[in-house]
């Protein structure tokens, strides 16, 4: 499969602080990938990264065959991103800021039309299309994000937090979409819960203070689990390799050699 | 897409959003109504028995003063805030056309403000005959003018994430760039700088150029500083968005 994100060495420094300390990922196509961490771990800032907001402090980025540094406008067209929290203007309806971006996409006219409604229908935003960004419950809001996201159906989508805030039947719906769209794309997604990793990732990473602790399948996580352990299992493992009280010296070691 | 879709992309968005919240109008109306009776009563239009539009002009620097910073304050502090940074500097833009595409729009309101003021230059022009040509240089003036503020305002407002705070710091950096021109100030300093260090200082003021240009004589000086002014401070505000947009 076509390898459409190829991050190496990434790195991120906030003055004196490393918030990504090295991180390659490289992501082919049909692959949904889980990007799962502690707060504060990095996940954010190598996503920013991957999408061109933030400059590495060290690394490439390419995507689709374009590196980012060299030409970041035609890298940009490659990917839809739903950055944390979802911005969008307030003082705009759904549909028109689905509509700014559709012409920031370079979309006119009935293209443009066509792309918004399609966007609207797969994310079940009829009912709000008329309504003021500012105005909508976070769910919404957050579904508005993904809308302008896919809206150009784009071969690499990179989502953070994409369900942080909807309800457990948004959440369903979310996540069969993205299921859908990664059949063909290469997703990241961001979460911190470990049962959305289960249910629409096919590859899990796992990153603390920067760093990669676990790259496998979601089966390979769960098969981390001491066997005596039966509920809860990967949060059992998530604690095990993101925290120093529970096996956290031999993944200190592990990580220093 | 080439580089001037997307600016005009930018512009509409930008243009629009003036007209979402009430705050524009409000100050598009202060500002008209401000421009008529400081014109009329304090410019002494009538009693000066004179018709041209020179008291309109001369309060120009001040109305401005208050009006571009209220256009400008939320050019980049609002995207800061809300985190549309985020998006509009991941969709196909470059930094370059997200300043001249928010530049613009706020200029272009500007000029709508100027345009709306129009109802004077046909009042002078019914009550006497004016000289037109130095009413339309003493406008282009005004124009120019309302664009390096806008430039300045636009360039402080990416510092910061409260359009407050980007309305006081525009209006205080307009208001050194007027007052360093002003003749009290130039005698006082002229006492102890040495000549040339005087004039460097009342050509860098827009008061020097603005008033050149209100005599009715369009020199390529002038509209230079005018635009140079605009340019250097749109060039330093692509450096503070890329420098301040992740904080
Ligand atoms: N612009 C910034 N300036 C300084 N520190 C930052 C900035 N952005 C993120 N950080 C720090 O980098 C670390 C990683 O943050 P982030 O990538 O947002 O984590 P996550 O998304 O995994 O919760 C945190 O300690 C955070 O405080
Ligand atoms: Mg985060």
Redesign the pocket.
Known sequence: MKELIVARGLR?S??S?E??RGIDLIVPAGQVLGFL????????????MLTGF?EPTEGTVTLNGIQLADDPIAAKRTFGYLP?GAPAYGDMRVEEFLNFVARSRGYTGAEARARVDRSIERLHLEPYRRQLVETLSKGYKRRTGLAQAILHDPPILVL?EPTDGLDPNQKHEVRELIRRLGDDRAVVL?THILEEVEAVCTRAVI?SE?RVVFDGTPKALDAKAAANVTSNRLDHVFRMLTTSDIGGASRTKAASQ | MNSTARIATIFRREFAAYFTSPLAGIFLVIYLFMSAVLTFQMGGLYERGQADLRPFFQVQPWLDLFLVPALSMRLWAEDRRTGTIELLLTLPFSVRDLVLGKFLAAWAFACVALALTAPLWITVAWLGSPDHGTILVGYIASALMAGAFLAIGAFLSAFTKNQVIAFVLSGVACFLLMVIGFPMLLDFVSGWLPRTAVEAIAAMSVMTHFESMMRGVLDGRDVLYFVSVTAAFLFLNGIVVEWKK??
């Open positions: 991120k906030f003055g602080f918030a990504v961490g502690p707060n504060g771990a990095g996940k954010s800032t190598t996503m920013r933030l944390e953070d961001s990153i920067g | 992740a904080e």
